[in-house]
C-alpha cells in the first residue's frame, strides 16, 4: 500500500488522524495568508514561525500513527 492510500485509509477511519490532518492543513492555510502579506510585521515573523513548528509536529503525528497503522496490519 502506498503512502496516499494510507492517507485516504486513516482520514476514512482515524479520527485522530482526521483533527491531525485538518490542523496540519489549517497550519498550511495560515501560512499561506502570512505569505500573501505585502508587508511582513516582526509579529508576523513571529507567529510564522510558531506555525512551522506546529505543523512539523504535526506532520511528525501523522507519519506516527501511519506507522503504527502499518504495524498492526
Sequence with gaps: ????????????DSGEF?????????CELELEKL????YVTEA???AEREI????????DRMYQLMLEHEKTR
Design 52 to 59: 512551522k513548528k506546529r505543523k512539523l509536529v504535526l506532520k
Design 35 to 38: 505569505r500573501l502579506k505585502s
Design 1 to 12: 500500500m502506498n503512502e496516499h492510500e494510507l492517507k485516504e485509509i486513516l482520514l476514512r
Design 18 to 26: 482526521r483533527k491531525t490532518f485538518e490542523d496540519h492543513r489549517t
Design 44 to 46: 508576523d515573523a513571529l
